[in-house]
């Protein structure tokens, strides 16, 4: 018997896989074989995902801020008093 997910797991799907489904959704509006209510279905699950994704991205931000504190309990700046970032890339 399979299980019909519901609004909460969505909710706990991760950062990839919700990217993952935008890009499937780019996807298929892009491919001109999706009705015009199909669309605008996969267009509100698309919104969807791109707010959780920036609400997951945000509060990514906001740990990195916290572990990048220095040893005396103070965010690390740059000269300018923005946050300093490291360049992972």
């Given at each position: 018997?399979?299980?019909?997910?519901?609004?909460?797991?969505?909710?706990?799907?991760?950062?990839?896989?919700?990217?993952?489904?935008?890009?499937?959704?780019?996807?298929?509006?892009?491919?001109?074989?999706?009705?015009?209510?199909?669309?605008?279905?996969?267009?509100?699950?698309?919104?969807?995902?791109?707010?959780?994704?920036?609400?997951r991205?945000?509060?990514?931000?906001?740990?990195?801020?916290?572990?990048?504190?220095?040893?005396?309990?103070?965010?690390?700046?740059?000269?300018?008093?923005?946050?300093?970032?490291?360049?992972y890339?």
């Amino acid at each position: 018997m399979t299980k019909k997910k519901t609004e909460s797991d969505k909710e706990e799907q991760t950062f990839e896989k919700a990217f993952t489904r935008l890009e499937e959704i780019l996807d298929a509006m892009n491919s001109e074989e999706v009705s015009l209510d199909e669309s605008l279905k996969l267009y509100e699950e698309a919104d969807k995902l791109i707010n959780s994704c920036g609400k997951r991205l945000s509060e990514a931000e906001k740990k990195i801020q916290i572990l990048m504190k220095n040893r005396n309990g103070e965010l690390a700046t740059t000269p300018d008093g923005s946050p300093e970032m490291e360049d992972y890339s």
